[in-house]
């Protein structure tokens, strides 16, 4: 999944966008002192069965234990319902999306619910909301299995990695409980 403004294109096989706003994020979280595995395996094409074939990489990388387990992606709705602005930085907003189908709902989402709390506190429209989906987005497979949409494809790359970085706050003060 790709920024249309600034790569041309909604989407680019093997290496969209969102690779370098899981970047950011991760270098966000890290300099707050949180170890990050950082998984950039491509799992196109962007098909129904995408979230089968990455559930393979998640199950893999859950074996490290981690504290949370985040999916990045990138949102198909109207740029206006995705800018803002934070503390004078213009940025894209976060919506946190949750599956309904699965064993995990209630833990995941109260998950989610702490890290827009969070969120709330610290950087007043960040996040747009809670979503939640049919699917399971394979939050079944871990209690703190969180699915972020990093703005919308009608804005920058550079907005989004505003909100990666922010985003990367809310998470590392969440997790430690500061």
């Known amino acids: 999944e790709s920024y249309t403004p600034t790569s041309g294109k909604a989407s680019k096989p093997g290496?969209?966008?969102?690779?370098?706003?899981?970047?950011?994020?991760?270098?966000?979280?890290?300099?707050?002192?949180?170890s990050v595995t950082h998984s950039t395996t491509a799992h196109d094409p962007h098909d129904i069965n995408a979230y089968?074939?990455?559930?393979?990489?998640?199950t893999q990388l859950l074996k490290e234990q981690p504290d949370a387990a985040f999916d990045i992606h990138r949102d198909s709705a109207p740029a206006s319902a995705y800018t803002t602005t934070i503390n004078g930085v213009t940025s894209s907003r976060v919506m946190i999306v949750m599956g309904r189908s699965n064993p995990?709902?209630?833990?995941?989402?109260?998950?989610?619910?702490?890290?827009?709390?969070?969120?709330?506190?610290?950087?007043?429209?960040?996040?747009?909301?809670i979503y939640m989906g049919k699917g399971s987005y394979?939050?079944?497979?871990?209690?703190?299995?969180?699915?972020?949409?990093?703005?919308?494809e009608t804005i920058t790359l550079d907005l989004a990695e505003n909100a990666a970085r922010f985003l990367g706050d809310v998470v590392a003060r969440t997790i430690s409980g500061s």
Not at 16 to 33: E, H, N, P, T, W
Not at 52 to 58: E, F, I, M, P
Request: charged share 25%; aromatic share 8%.
């Open 15 to 34: 290496g969209g966008d969102v690779f370098r706003v899981g970047d950011v994020l991760a270098d966000s979280l890290q300099k707050s002192g949180i």
């Open 52 to 58: 089968h074939r990455s559930r393979k990489t998640l």
């Open 104 to 129: 995990n709902t209630a833990t995941n989402l109260k998950f989610a619910k702490k890290i827009k709390s969070v969120a709330d506190s610290l950087y007043p429209g960040l996040i747009r909301g």
């Open 138 to 152: 394979n939050q079944d497979l871990y209690p703190t299995a969180i699915l972020f949409e990093m703005g919308t």
